[in-house]
């Protein structure tokens, strides 16, 4: 039984670059923007309407945290279904405008830290297609209760 919270302000910074690279302030996505925190057995469903500024418009991004484990789902434009354990490898879906295809996530760190007031949550994980490094990124999502 999900027990809906309030409306919140998130701020999301993404960054993704190469494994031989740094990653470089440059490759810095940053969004803010309103979303929903709602409490559900055993943890969060945090959900956002992504934009023309993450190249996902359309598109509802939805992270459920349930302790270390964070599940990223996306329906609209683009749809895709991502989970997070640290120090595990999942395989998981991607559709885009070429067809689907199946990606393999391996979270290096997973730290998250919500309550019904807010808080955090980070990911640094590492993306695969076809057994292939294909590049390592990092998720910072910030979340904050609305001002009464």
């Not at 309103?34 to 559900?40: A, C, E, Q």
């Not at 309407?49 to 434009?77: A, I, N």
């Not at 683009?78 to 405008?97: K, N, P, T």
Request: hydrophobic share 35%.
């Amino acid at each position: 039984m999900a027990d809906t919270i309030n409306n919140v302000i998130i701020s999301i910074q993404g960054c993704q670059w190469d494994q031989s690279d740094l990653p470089d302030p440059q490759d810095l996505v940053e969004l803010i923007t309103p979303g929903r925190l709602t409490r559900v057995s055993g943890g969060y469903l945090l959900t956002y309407q992504e934009s023309e500024l993450t190249g996902l418009e359309g598109t509802v991004t939805t992270l459920h945290v349930e302790g270390s484990r964070v599940t990223l789902s996306r329906m609209g434009e683009v749809c895709s279904h991502m989970i997070f354990e640290q120090g595990r490898r999942h395989l998981s879906y991607y559709e885009a405008d070429d067809g689907p295809f199946t990606v393999g996530v391996s979270a290096r760190r997973v730290k998250s830290a919500l309550t019904d007031q807010g808080g955090s949550i980070e990911v640094d994980y590492q993306v695969e297609i076809d057994q292939s490094l294909s590049g390592c990124n990092a998720l910072k999502v910030s979340v904050s209760a609305l001002p009464s």
